[in-house]
């Protein structure tokens, strides 16, 4: 447990759950001299037979870094060390891949706590971070609005 929270693996999704879970990542990272890496999975098309762009995701994971950078300077710069990163794909899918390939030693990331018919429909990618990351999780809910 000596080396938790010194790379550690923080997906965002832009919204007050993963401010919070970004915070706590900050905080983990300070106590520790540990790094953060920032992700954001740009969803990719819902449905497998759905029309593909010839690049269908340049311009959107562009975008994608420019906020993470803006999110970056406001939580982490002069604080902590960090890295931001843009993917493409089934969010759960990549972020245990983004995990893998840096060597996170944590993951910190934000899950909404949906129940019931939101969870059955739209199911959960911190549960299946949590289910099949190489790495503890720690997950958090944010400030209920």
Known sequence: MKHLFTKILCPVS???NSNAALDLARELARSRGGVIHLLHVVPAPPMAGAPIALEPFAQT???ARIKLQ???RRHLEGKVKYE???RS???????IAVARQIG???????THGRTGIGHLILGSVAERVVREAPCPVLTMRGPVE
């Open 14 to 16: 832009f919204d007050a």
């Open 61 to 63: 994971e562009h975008d």
């Open 70 to 72: 803006d999110l970056a």
């Open 84 to 86: 931001v990163m843009a």
């Open 89 to 95: 794909g089934d969010p759960g899918k990549v972020v």
């Open 104 to 110: 996170a030693d944590s993951i910190v990331m934000a």
